[in-house]
């Protein structure tokens, strides 16, 4: 066992050194720019790219219909990436035909799910059908055939609007990719700046595509343009690199489970232990502190470019949330203990108390992993928008509000009434601290120093709520609190 882990802590550190290496020397961005509206409305668009040329910018996306019409006067130093509407009518032969004779020009193919309305007055063509994702793949297989340049594949955060393409070649090279609206409702700059900076520096993207503000005229989308290029620097010639870690498919993907669901439920048994001869900070920093280094060690061993760039996803995320939960139950609790639980009579109180903590999991469960906002609080998408105006990341509010000082809370608890069966359920609950932390490093593509400092805020923050509810609890029940 020993070895083992000695064999998985090597591995690890060395995928964070290779990592760092790569973030640090050889991770680029490019800052994409959306002409169609442009074209839309008969600017001279020469000009249009002759002006964000002069600021740097040499990437350009185009719908493919609109590129047809200007590819004769587009070229130069430029690269172009080929947008498809999921719902115009496309001459899928004249888009073949210009793949194969313009290959050297493009950068990227994408595919775009676009809203129906207002679609017929970009329709152009009326010959044709709908271009489907397999016809996407089937673009990338000809222009990978004979194309002598680097092709890259754009993995888009917003995939409800990017679908991603499931294509893989080994001379396809993908990149994490953020889209960049500016046509949203009270869209400041400083709005902007903040969602381009998390994307760059939290999710690890290498494309900013930038859809400029009908509501803005040219000179001012070009001024935010040049701000944002001025603020982090754009790559023009597309020189991406990857890391090579030591992984295996799907084998490390399982070690990784198996620790993430194990390590809790040990430690919550070992906990039981030795509360009574511990001081309640004493236990919770030193589990923190342990998960913490654990996670770290995790995030290193999962490391891997294909995570990074959104071209393979960790499997088994919610597993990890939910099985731990489930098994301390039959983990803490004693056999008296479990059997009082299976024969209890349900009051009307009680279903209603389970419900609400059955809600609860389950909305915990859904937020578990990369998911959209339709899944959080609006108060909460206000309150992380106003965090991150001054600081680059967001702490994890259920560690902070909910988990943390639940663990605090139930192993004073436990300590006070460790014969009562009521601080164990509550402290069965609490394996969510754990939980929560170890799934902060599953997030491979975020760098480890803002796992690491997420994690600790949620500590510090965490206990400090505790400390509260437990100043608040002791006023109520005149009890002396015990640190």
């Excluded at 994890?396 to 300590?415: G, N």
Aim: with cysteine; proline share 2%.
């Amino acid at each position: 066992m020993s070895f083992l882990f000695f064999i998985f802590v090597l591995v690890s550190l060395t995928n964070i050194v290779r990592w760092y290496k790569w973030y640090v020397d050889k991770r680029k961005l490019s800052f994409v720019v959306d002409i169609d509206f442009f074209v839309l409305t008969n600017n001279n668009v020469e000009e249009v790219i002759s002006q964000l040329n002069k600021i740097g910018v040499n990437l350009f996306a185009i719908d493919v219909e609109n590129f047809l019409l200007l590819k004769d006067r587009l070229f130069d130093n430029n690269k172009f990436i080929l947008k498809i509407n999921n719902q115009k009518i496309y001459d899928v032969e004249k888009i073949e035909e210009t793949i194969d004779k313009n290959k050297d020009k493009f950068f990227s193919i994408v595919y775009f799910k676009s809203n129906k309305n207002n679609l017929f007055l970009l329709q152009k063509n009326f010959n044709g059908r709908k271009i489907s994702l397999e016809d996407v793949n089937s673009f990338f297989d000809k222009l990978l055939r004979t194309c002598k340049n680097k092709v890259f594949k754009l993995n888009f955060e917003q995939q409800e609007v990017f679908p991603k393409i499931n294509f893989v070649h080994t001379n396809l090279f993908p990149l994490r990719s953020f889209f960049c609206d500016l046509n949203q409702d009270d869209l400041s700059f400083s709005t902007v700046l903040v969602r381009v900076k998390k994307a760059v520096f939290e999710r690890s993207c290498s494309i900013v595509c930038i859809q400029p503000s009908e509501y803005l005229d040219f000179f001012n989308n070009i001024k935010i343009i040049k701000n944002l290029v001025d603020k982090f620097g754009n790559t023009t010639n597309f020189s991406y690199q990857k890391f090579l870690s030591v992984h295996i498919d799907k084998i490390f993907n399982l070690i990784v489970v198996t620790i993430a669901i194990g390590f809790p439920l040990v430690v919550f048994k070992k906990i039981l232990s030795f509360v009574l001869q511990n001081s309640v900070d004493k236990i919770y920093f030193f589990v923190n502190i342990l998960t913490i280094v654990l996670g770290i060690l995790i995030w290193g061993f999962l490391q891997k470019y294909e995570y990074v760039a959104k071209e393979e996803v960790i499997y088994g995320t919610k597993l990890m949330f939910v099985i731990p939960i489930i098994f301390s139950f039959f983990v803490v609790l004693n056999k008296d203990e479990k059997n009082f639980l299976l024969n209890y009579n349900l009051t009307i109180r009680d279903v209603l108390i389970s419900i609400l903590l059955l809600t609860i999991f389950v909305y915990l469960l859904l937020r578990t992993g990369n998911v959209g906002k339709e899944f959080v609080l609006k108060f909460e998408l206000n309150l992380r928008e106003q965090i991150e105006k001054y600081v680059l990341f967001r702490p994890r509010f259920k560690e902070i509000f909910f988990a943390q000082p639940l663990f605090v809370f139930s192993i004073y608890l436990i300590k006070k009434c460790p014969k009562q069966i009521i601080p164990k359920l509550l402290f069965c609950f609490s394996i969510i601290t754990l939980v929560s932390i170890i799934n902060t490093f599953l997030h491979v593509h975020t760098p480890i120093w803002i796992c690491v400092l997420r994690s600790v805020i949620g500590v510090v923050l965490g206990w400090l709520v505790g400390r509260i509810c437990l100043l608040v609890f002791t006023k109520i029940y005149k009890e002396q609190i015990v640190f």
